[in-house]
């Protein structure tokens, strides 16, 4: 079994800054990707980013250029950076891992606001 433990949400102002965090541990074989999802209230889960195995990174329009995410394959962790934040940014933020299956973390709430 694998288990996926997010941390470093929060509120935070708009214009501010937020570092997750998603630690992978137990039985993990050859992870293929990364990524990030996040859920709105009233509205469906949709991808914020993901990083492969090969370090390639692909981003939702609308975040391009405001987070970042990077990998320490080492650790088995996966990060996201998330500068500018907007209120319309306000969701929990998922943490999910792709190998044989996929996998899911148990979610961390950035909210937005002043």
């Known amino acids: 079994q694998v288990q996926l433990v997010e941390s470093g949400g929060g509120l935070v102002q708009p214009g501010g800054s937020l570092r997750l965090s998603c630690a992978a541990s137990?039985?993990?074989?050859?992870?293929?990707?990364m990524g990030w999802y996040r859920q709105a209230p009233g509205k469906q889960r949709e991808l914020v980013a993901v990083?492969?195995?090969?370090?390639?990174?692909n981003y939702a329009d609308f975040v391009k250029g405001r987070f970042t995410i990077s990998r320490d394959n080492a650790k088995n962790t996966v990060y996201l950076q998330m500068n500018n934040l907007k209120p319309e940014d306000t969701a929990v933020y998922y943490c999910?891992?792709?190998?044989?299956?996929?996998?899911w973390g148990q979610g961390t709430q950035v909210t937005v606001s002043s």
């Open positions: 990083i492969t195995s090969g370090v390639i990174t």
């Open positions: 999910n891992l792709v190998s044989a299956q996929g996998y």
């Open positions: 137990g039985r993990i074989f050859s992870i293929k990707a």
